[in-house]
């Protein structure tokens, strides 16, 4: 008995560790954002996002113009394309590969990428033509002018988003992988707006233009019925005060709802930061050694879909910065332009001028994501 114990403990040491892996990648948000729209501050129409995620990843703002040529997967039946618009966009690097998860192009169209657990794109169809999530957003940013064509697109069943992996280092659990569960919020320069989850493989889409606020988990239907329980939207209970994702949505909906009126662009700027700097998860360690995950918010974007302008704002910096389209050339043959953030982060103000030429293939499908 002592030799079958001695045995036998360490793999079951080891069953343990691996399931509590299993539940913690499945239980916890790997990156929890957040998504605010401001469409109605008589300014622009503008969308705030947080990204937060459980370690600092280098970024990088790129203008990428017409006529970029892109395959929606590294190999089967991948769709291709080339981009009939222009984009700004914010690309996150992990592992040495690049891939777009918050944007604006020429047209007015915002594409916001954000955590969802209970993301399910289905079984892959060989049949029908594939897209990688890591390459959904800027697939939307190319091809569309407005929400309405998105969402026309996805209800036709066009082509089929593809399940991905992410290597990522989590405190306490050290390197490993998880799933990219995403959804995606979507607004243009008429203030329209809809939130696009897939759930059993199926396309669930919320299209209305007083769909403003997007966080993570649950889905968004069960947020907006959370939402009904608090002060100022049918319910009694106070404003939460958690980083949680429920939370986060209960207190933007409540500090967008009560925004004053903006003066002019400037203040109307300093208003969606302030709603989606409330929102943003501070760097704190974990508290809890059942659930070691934090992911704290890295970095903030702004985007004003009336006058062309893509601001950032890093959280390990002082500085707003921002990019005017009216800077660059979108026509298709111009070159693509990068602004490398990891190396330099005392840039301010607008940083157009500081782009340089820079390969777009960069910002192909990552190889760690097959």
């Not at 396309?203 to 988990?217: C, E, L």
């Not at 760097?283 to 302008?309: C, K, M, Q």
């Amino acid at each position: 008995m002592y030799n079958f114990i001695k045995n036998t403990f360490p793999f079951f040491y080891l069953l343990c560790f691996l399931f509590g892996i299993f539940i913690f990648l499945a239980d916890s948000p790997v990156s929890a954002c957040s998504r605010v729209l401001s469409s109605n501050n008589g300014q622009a129409v503008l969308v705030g996002r947080n990204m937060d995620w459980p370690e600092n990843i280098d970024s990088e703002l790129w203008f990428l113009p017409r006529g970029i040529k892109r395959s929606g997967l590294t190999e089967g039946n991948a769709v291709v394309w080339a981009a009939k618009h222009s984009s700004i966009v914010t690309a996150s690097t992990i592992k040495g590969q690049s891939f777009v998860s918050d944007g604006l192009n020429e047209m007015g169209l915002e594409a916001n990428l954000l955590w969802l657990n209970e993301s399910d794109y289905g079984r892959r169809d060989e049949t029908k033509p594939g897209i990688s999530v890591a390459l959904w957003a800027q697939y939307v940013l190319d091809n569309y002018s407005t929400v309405a064509e998105v969402v026309q697109a996805i209800r036709a069943g066009e082509y089929q988003i593809v399940d991905i992996n992410i290597p990522m280092f989590i405190p306490s659990v050290g390197t490993t992988e998880a799933r990219a569960s995403l959804h995606l919020a979507l607004a243009d320069k008429t203030g329209d707006s809809a939130i696009i989850e897939f759930l059993d493989g199926k396309p669930v889409i919320y299209h209305d233009r007083k769909y403003t606020i997007m966080t993570n988990s649950p889905t968004f239907d069960k947020q907006q019925e959370n939402l009904k329980q608090y002060q100022g939207f049918g319910g009694n209970k106070p404003l939460p005060g958690t980083s949680e994702a429920v939370d986060r949505f209960v207190r933007a909906s409540f500090y967008l709802k009560n925004l004053p009126q903006p003066q002019n662009l400037r203040e109307a700027i300093a208003h969606i930061l302030s709603v989606t700097r409330n929102a943003s998860q501070p760097f704190i360690v974990s508290l809890d050694p059942e659930h070691p995950y934090t992911a704290a918010t890295i970095w903030r974007t702004v985007g004003d879909l009336t006058n062309g302008y893509y601001y950032y704002e890093s959280t390990i910096s002082p500085y707003l910065v921002w990019a005017d389209f009216a800077e660059f050339n979108p026509k298709e043959g111009s070159p693509a332009m990068k602004l490398d953030l990891s190396k330099n982060q005392d840039y301010c103000g607008n940083v157009s001028k500081f782009f340089q030429k820079a390969d777009p293939t960069e910002l192909k499908v990552p190889k760690f994501f097959n």
